[in-house]
C-alpha cells in the first residue's frame, strides 16, 4: 500500500515562492510517476506537473516557467517549486503516484491549500 504526505502549503502573496513537498512510502519509489494536481473552489480537478522515475517532467501551461517539479529517490520526496505564485494559483494541491505499468493515479495525499493573495 502507498502512503502520500504533503506539507509545504499555506499563504502567499503574489509573486511570491513556496514549495511543496511529498514523501512516498510503502512501495518502490522509482517504480512510480509521481505528479501534482490542483483542485481550486468550483473547478475540477487538474494536473499541474508530472515526474517519471527518470526524471522527465511536464507542465501544465498554466504554470509553465513559474512551477518546477523534481524529485529524491533516494529521499523517497517529490517536490513542487512554485514561484512568481498568481492569486489563481490558489486551489488545494494533491500529490498523487501511479505505478509506470498503469495509466491512471491511484495513490493521493491528503491534499494541502496554498491561498495566493493579490
Known amino acids: 500500500q502507498v502512503e502520500l504526505g504533503e506539507s509545504g502549503g499555506g499563504l502567499a502573496q503574489a509573486g511570491d515562492s513556496l514549495r511543496l513537498s511529498c514523501v512516498f512510502y510503502g512501495r518502490t519509489f522509482s517504480s512510480y510517476v509521481m505528479g501534482w494536481f490542483r483542485q481550486a473552489p468550483g473547478k475540477e480537478r487538474e494536473l499541474v506537473a508530472e515526474?517519471?522515475?527518470?526524471?522527465?517532467?511536464g507542465e501544465a501551461d498554466s504554470v509553465k516557467g513559474r512551477f518546477t517539479i523534481s524529485r529524491d529517490n533516494l529521499g523517497n520526496t517529490v517536490y513542487l517549486q512554485m514561484n512568481s505564485l498568481k492569486p489563481e494559483d490558489t486551489a488545494v494541491y494533491y500529490c498523487?503516484?501511479?505505478?509506470?505499468?498503469?495509466?491512471?493515479?491511484?495513490?493521493w495525499g491528503q491534499g494541502t491549500q496554498v491561498t495566493v493573495s493579490s
Open positions: 498523487a503516484a501511479k505505478h509506470i505499468s498503469t495509466s491512471d493515479y491511484n495513490y
Open positions: 515526474i517519471t522515475s527518470g526524471g522527465s517532467t
